[in-house]
């Protein structure tokens, strides 16, 4: 069983850092960029939140096409998602390019974390998670395939990051 990642998967808060002991480099990270528009903001020209929870489903199925497999192994299952969660550090504008970067963490047989965070030039601005599980069409829990398996655990922290 996979534990909560609020107990062990901390997310930065403003000013704080990664210890780089801790910190694991993956062999890759995935990075797509985004464009922030008028329609993606308020009466006050900052980010709408529920944006950060689309940008992650815009670059979770970037990553899959290009990355895992370019059909998301729809004749095989299902990708679920079983929790994702968003944390906002600093307030961003139309106008500006957000830069995401993922990785995957804790990639077990059946499911894995994709770990997310959102960049405008070198601030980081958001990050957050989502769990996937993996599950036939049927919606029954099933094992990845292993070339599957392979290719995410190429993202893969090897440990959780943690603040100082």
């Known amino acids: 069983m996979l534990s909560h990642p609020a107990a062990t998967l901390h997310v930065p808060v403003p000013g704080a850092t990664l210890d ?8 890759r990270t995935f990075r797509h960029t985004i464009d922030i528009y008028l329609k993606d903001s308020n009466a006050y020209a900052n980010t709408y939140f529920s944006r950060y929870f689309e940008w992650q489903g815009v670059c979770r199925e970037r990553w899959f096409h290009q990355c895992v497999s370019a059909d998301m192994l729809q004749s095989q299952g299902v990708f ?7 944390e906002y550090l ?4 139309p106008f500006e390019s957000v830069r995401c970067e993922l990785n995957t963490w804790e990639v077990r047989q059946c499911s894995f974390y994709l770990v997310f965070q959102f960049h405008v030039g070198t601030r980081l601005v958001a990050n957050g998670y989502q769990q996937i599980v993996f599950a036939s069409h049927d ?3 099933q094992r990845l395939p292993e070339e599957v398996l392979a290719r995410v655990r190429e993202y893969e922290l090897a440990v959780a990051p943690t603040l100082n």
Request: proline content about 9%; glycine content about 0%.
């Open 20 to 27: 780089p002991a801790e910190a694991a480099v993956p062999r």
């Open 80 to 86: 679920i998602t079983k929790r994702a969660h968003q």
């Open 90 to 93: 600093h307030e961003t504008f």
């Open 139 to 141: 919606k029954r829990i």
